[in-house]
Each structure stands twice: as structure tokens, then as C-alpha cells.
């Protein structure tokens, strides 16, 4: 298994990319799984009748991609994940990459804590920002 990266191997400003283009079956997953279907997500019919005009993809698999960007790749694999902060700034639309943005802000070592810079763009747009606490292992 790929181990992540230690936390001596962190510096302030390390930033990396996680890109996803969300798809309909995406969305339809994510509501089978987490049972949230509000027909906004779901249903084009619906949807055109509200200010989007067409079907969002759930906020919430927006900022999943979060977690995927900091769970294999900053810091990656054997961090845990002990808090997150979300904005949701604009909706993301059927076919729209996110390109996820992980930038390290602050490392505590005593701790072994590591805050993240989180931001989640659409066509340069920021759609969903925050910021993580994370934990990392002991080096082995």
C-alpha cells in the first residue's frame, strides 16, 4: 500500500490538485448511497423550476472530493481527517470538472496536527472553500 507523507516531509505552502468532472451517475450514486434525494440533484424537471434551472450535484460530493485530494495524495494515505470547515459558494453543474485545491497552512508538530487550506474551483470559480485539521501517524 502507498504509505502518505510524513509530517516532517510537509512545509507551510505545499499544495496539491485532486481534478474531478462530475457526472450524472456521480450524483445518482451519491444519493443511492447516502439517501439525499432532493429532486434539485435528481430531477430535470424539478430543477429547471428553480433559480439553478437545471440538476446541481450535491454539495456534499463537492466537498468529498476534499477528502479524496488529502486522503491519496496531501498528505495521502494514514492521515486522519479531525475537522473541516465548508462554504458552499455556487452550485456545481453535470459535467463540470472541480479541480480541488490542498494547500498546508499551518503544521504543529508537539501535536502532530496539520491545517489545510481546502478550496474546490469550477472554471476558476471557487464553489466550496474551507479548511482542514488533520492528524498524521507517528513516523515509523
Known sequence: MNSGLTLEE???DQTVEYRKTVTQQDVHAFAEVTGDTNPVHLDADYA????FGQPIAHGMLTAGFISAAIGTQLPGPGCIYLEQTLKFRSPVFIGQEVVTKITVADINERRRRVTLKTVCECEG???????????LPAAK
Do not use: H
Open 125 to 135: 470559480k471557487a464553489v466550496v472553500t474551507g479548511e482542514a485539521t488533520i492528524m
Open 48 to 51: 429547471a423550476t428553480t433559480s
Open 10 to 12: 510537509l512545509s507551510l
